[in-house]
């Protein structure tokens, strides 16, 4: 009896030591294998940018062409400033909201107020984007493929840009506080001007 159990003990620091191999390989394996994958999953994922090519935003003209506001540059520009600013409106970085409700990606820009909002889906135009390739120290290979953006398409209004101007001198030089409307016998709006206003242009 005394004489078997040393064979059993090195039987069973055996049976430790096997297992613990066993431990030891598995993880091995993981960390080269499963894990290896991953990282080279994620590394080739990382050589792959998408770059997003934003459309250029309609413009928006007066009843006789003249353009009230512009692209300049990478900005929006407001010809008038504070003679249409309620009319026209502006634009801004688009919220969480409202990129959920337009189907945006983040850092997209939308009308928020005025003609901007009301015809921001006409305005807006479509992105487009190109895949480039970068090389492990980040610097671009090559692009392999691309999509030229849609840019808004263009509105014209029956609005006067001389008599919208002119009304709002009248009320900024008397400090009246209010609008003037002018249209024609049918209907259609030639002026609307409020005041006081604000310059669209400034953030």
């Not at 096997?18 to 394996?29: E, H």
Request: charged share 25%.
């Amino acid at each position: 009896m005394w004489h078997n159990r040393p064979m059993k003990l090195l039987g069973f620091c055996w049976l430790v030591l096997i297992t613990l191999s066993f431990i030891i390989l598995a993880q091995v394996f993981h960390l080269q294998i499963i894990e290896g994958k991953e990282q080279w999953k994620r590394s080739q994922q990382n050589r792959f940018r998408i770059k997003t090519i934003s459309s250029q935003r309609g413009i928006i003209y007066d009843r006789s062409g003249e353009p009230l506001v512009i692209n300049q540059n990478h900005q929006r520009i407001y010809v008038y400033k504070e003679a249409f600013a309620h009319v026209l409106g502006y634009i801004g970085e688009a919220t969480g909201d409202e990129l959920t409700l337009f189907g945006l990606d983040s850092g997209a820009w939308v009308g928020k107020t005025g003609i901007e909002r009301e015809e921001d889906g006409i305005l807006r135009g479509h992105d487009g984007g190109q895949l480039e390739e970068y090389s492990a120290e980040g610097k671009q290979v090559r692009v392999f493929s691309q999509k030229a953006p849609i840019a808004g398409s263009n509105i014209h209004m029956y609005l006067d840009s001389k008599l919208q101007r002119y009304a709002y001198r009248l009320l900024e030089k008397e400090k009246y506080k209010g609008t003037i409307i002018v249209s024609t016998p049918d209907g259609k709006i030639v002026t609307l001007v409020s005041y006081p206003s604000f310059d669209p242009n400034r953030d």
